[in-house]
C-alpha cells in the first residue's frame, strides 16, 4: 500500500498550503470557447483533478499578441476572469488550490493570431525553423518575428502585472510565470534566440533582465509568496538552444533566489536528447542554488516521483500526461492502482472526448444535488 508515499504528505509553496505533493502541471488543451473564454466544461475538468495538492492552469495569454495555438484561454478581458471564477470556485469547492499560468508566446505565433495581423513579437527577427498553429488548427510555415523596441518592453512587462492581478480577482491562489518552453521569456533568456543589442541581449544579466523584471513586478503586485515560476534548461522545442545553458539557469536561479517564491519549477525536457539545446548539464546542480520549494516535472511515474522527493532533490513532483489520463491520480497513489494511459490526439482541441471522460477508480457521491 502506498498511503504512506512521501507524496501525500502535506507542505507549502510560499502562501498556499497543499494537501500532498502531487502537482497537475500545466497541460494546454486548446478547448476554450470564443472570446477565449474559459468553458463550463473546463469547469469539469479542472474539478475533477483538485484532489492534488496544486494544480497550475493550462498556459493563458496575458495579451492578444500573446496566443499562438488556437482556443487557448485569455487573462486579459473581463468575460475571460469571470469564466476562470467559476473554475476556481469549483476547485475550491473541492478541497482544491490553483495557479494560473502567465503566457506570452513571443515568436511561437503567426499573423493570423495577432491583433491587425501584424507579425508577431521575439527578442529578435528570427523565425523558428518548421511551422506552427493558426487559429483554424491549420499548420504553417512560421513567419521572421518583428523584433521588440526596447521602448516597447515596460508595456510588456505591465501585460504580466494586469495578468497576475487578474488572475487573483478571478480568485487563483497564486500565478507561475511561464518561463520555460521557448515562449517570449525563455527567447530572451537564451542566446540561441536573443541577438539584441540593448540592455535585453548579449551578456547574461542582460538577457535574464525581462525574467527578472517580470519577477520583480509581479511579485510586488500579487506577492512572491503567491508567485511561482517556471523554467525548462535543456527543453529544445521551438527552435531553442543556448551556448551554455549551465551558466544561464546557474544565473537565472540565483538572481530569483533573492526573492521568497511560492515555487521554482524545473523541467526536464530535452535531459534524454544531451546536446539538442546546447551542452547538457545535471539539472540537480541547480537545487543548491534554490533555498525554497522546488517543484520537478518530466516523464515521472510513483517510484521515481517518490525516490526524487525522498532523496531531497524536489519539494513536490508535477505530472503532465498523466493527470490528463488520471484524474484521480492521488488516489491510485493512495491505492497503488494503475495508471491510465493517455490518448494523445485527443491532447489538443475537441470536447469532452480524451478530456472529461477517463474513468476513476470510483465515483464519489456528492451530499449536494
Ligand atoms: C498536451 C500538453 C500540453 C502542454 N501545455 C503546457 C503548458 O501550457 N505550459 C507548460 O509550461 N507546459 C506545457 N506542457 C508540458 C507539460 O507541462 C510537462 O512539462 C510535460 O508534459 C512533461 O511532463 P510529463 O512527462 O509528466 O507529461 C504541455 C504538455 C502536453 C503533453
Not at 81 to 89: H, L, M, N, V
Not at 213 to 223: F, L, N, P, Y
Not at 289 to 312: C, F, H, I, P
Amino acid at each position: 500500500m502506498s498511503a504512506d508515499s512521501i507524496l501525500l504528505q502535506p507542505t507549502s509553496f510560499g502562501a498556499i498550503p497543499v494537501a500532498n505533493r502531487v502537482v497537475m502541471a500545466p497541460l494546454t488543451r486548446c478547448r476554450a470557447g470564443a472570446g477565449n473564454v474559459p468553458t463550463d466544461l473546463m469547469v469539469e475538468y479542472y474539478r475533477q483533478r483538485a484532489s492534488v495538492g496544486l494544480i497550475i492552469s493550462e498556459a493563458s495569454q496575458i495579451m492578444p499578441e500573446g496566443q499562438g495555438y488556437p482556443s487557448t484561454p485569455g487573462i486579459h478581458s473581463d468575460e475571460q476572469i469571470a469564466g476562470w471564477r467559476k473554475i476556481t470556485d469549483a476547485v475550491h469547492q473541492a478541497g482544491g488550490k490553483m495557479v494560473l499560468q502567465l503566457w506570452h508566446v513571443g515568436r511561437v505565433s503567426h499573423s493570423e493570431f495577432q491583433p491587425n495581423q501584424a507579425l508577431p513579437v521575439a527578442p529578435s527577427a528570427m523565425a523558428i525553423p518548421g511551422e506552427g498553429y493558426t487559429p483554424s488548427g491549420a499548420k504553417k510555415p512560421y513567419e521572421t518575428p518583428r523584433a521588440l523596441e526596447t521602448a516597447e518592453i515596460p508595456g510588456i512587462v505591465a501585460a504580466y502585472v494586469q495578468g497576475a492581478k487578474n488572475a487573483m480577482a478571478a480568485g487563483f491562489d497564486g500565478v507561475e510565470i511561464h518561463g520555460a518552453n521557448g515562449y517570449l521569456l525563455d527567447q530572451f533568456l537564451r542566446d540561441g534566440s536573443n541577438k539584441r543589442t540593448d540592455q535585453y541581449g548579449g551578456s547574461l544579466e542582460n538577457r535574464a533582465r525581462l525574467l527578472m523584471e517580470v519577477v520583480d513586478a509581479v511579485t510586488a503586485a500579487v506577492g512572491a509568496e503567491r508567485t511561482g515560476l517556471r523554467i525548462s534548461p535543456l527543453q529544445p522545442a521551438n527552435g531553442m538552444s543556448d551556448s551554455n545553458p549551465k551558466a544561464t539557469f546557474s544565473y537565472v536561479v540565483e538572481q530569483v533566489n533573492a526573492y521568497p517564491l511560492a515555487y521554482l519549477h524545473i523541467a526536464g525536457m530535452g535531459v534524454d536528447q544531451p546536446g539538442a539545446a546546447g551542452p547538457a548539464f545535471d539539472l540537480n546542480s541547480l537545487r543548491p542554488l534554490w533555498s525554497g520549494k522546488l517543484m520537478v516535472n518530466y516523464g515521472y511515474d510513483q517510484s521515481s516521483a517518490e525516490k526524487v522527493v525522498t532523496e531531497g532533490h524536489a519539494d513536490a513532483v508535477a505530472f503532465g500526461k498523466p493527470m490528463i489520463a488520471n484524474p484521480d491520480l492521488v488516489a491510485r497513489i493512495e491505492q497503488d492502482a494503475p495508471w491510465n494511459v493517455p490518448d494523445s490526439s485527443t491532447f489538443y482541441g475537441g470536447g469532452e472526448h480524451g478530456y472529461t471522460d477517463y474513468p476513476v477508480l470510483y465515483t464519489h457521491s456528492h451530499s449536494a444535488t
